[in-house]
């Protein structure tokens, strides 16, 4: 069964300093993968996707994650943390049903970004 | 921008009630799902939908029903909601089947008591 695991359920960085978020992935065929946002009281944001293209997905707020198919891996990485990332961090991955699409979410992380 | 609308913010009902929980979408998009999102757990989906009146379960269906009627509503039904169910409910919608990357609805806090 297609699946994401999110290693890491809480991760601390200090401001400045890299951020890195790790998701492995299980599926029987080339998934179409996705981070997602959600702020503190706000609702989910699309981050970054990738969907059999690049390999190397660039995202909004500096965000980008490669998709390594020989580590069945998708980790989001920023070069330098800002308080502002502070939020909860979702992998997905899209499968296919016979009518269309089921997106199944991981477990989340939440980043602590520090002074 | 699309927008994807869920009827209330918070919700409290009683053991044993029926309730409803609307979701509208305002873009045409084929796909719209209900999941619900506990502290620790992420989100599970609950149910989904392709098309008016099509419908699939997903991974926590147990407790709960769905109907889309039109196009742009998809409705969670809590046939006897359960103190188990207190939760956010969250609604989201994809355009298509090539095109799956979900819009979210700001969410339903429910509490049943």
């Known amino acids: 069964a297609q699946s994401v695991t999110q290693l890491d359920s809480h991760v601390s960085v200090s401001e400045g300093t890299p951020v890195l978020l790790r998701c492995n992935y299980s599926s029987s065929y080339s998934p179409s993968l996705f981070w997602y946002v959600q702020h503190p009281n706000k609702g989910l944001q699309l981050l970054l996707k990738y969907t059999s293209a690049a390999t190397l997905v660039k995202g909004i707020n500096g965000f980008e994650a490669e998709f390594k198919k020989s580590e069945t891996s998708f980790h989001l990485t920023k070069p330098s943390a800002h308080m502002s990332d502070a939020a909860e961090y979702f992998c997905?991955?899209?499968?296919?049903?016979?009518?269309?699409?089921?997106?199944?979410f991981g477990t989340g992380t939440q980043l602590k970004v520090e002074l | 921008d699309v927008k994807v609308t869920q009827s209330s913010r918070y919700l409290v009902k009683r053991t044993g009630e029926k309730v409803f929980l609307e979701c509208v979408q305002d873009m045409d998009h084929e796909n719209m799902f209900w999941y619900r999102q506990d502290p620790g757990l992420g989100l599970r989906l609950i149910y989904f939908s392709y098309d008016v009146k099509m419908k699939e379960k997903g991974d926590i269906p147990e407790g709960y029903s769905v109907s889309r009627e039109k196009k742009e509503r998809f409705s969670l039904i809590l046939e006897s909601a359960s103190t188990n169910q207190t939760s956010m409910y969250l609604c989201?919608?994809?355009?298509?089947?090539?095109?799956?990357?979900?819009?979210f609805g700001q969410g339903t806090r429910l509490t049943v008591v």
């Open positions: 989201a919608s994809t355009p298509d089947r090539d095109l799956p990357w979900a819009f």
């Open positions: 997905v991955v899209r499968i296919l049903t016979g009518g269309g699409n089921k997106l199944t």
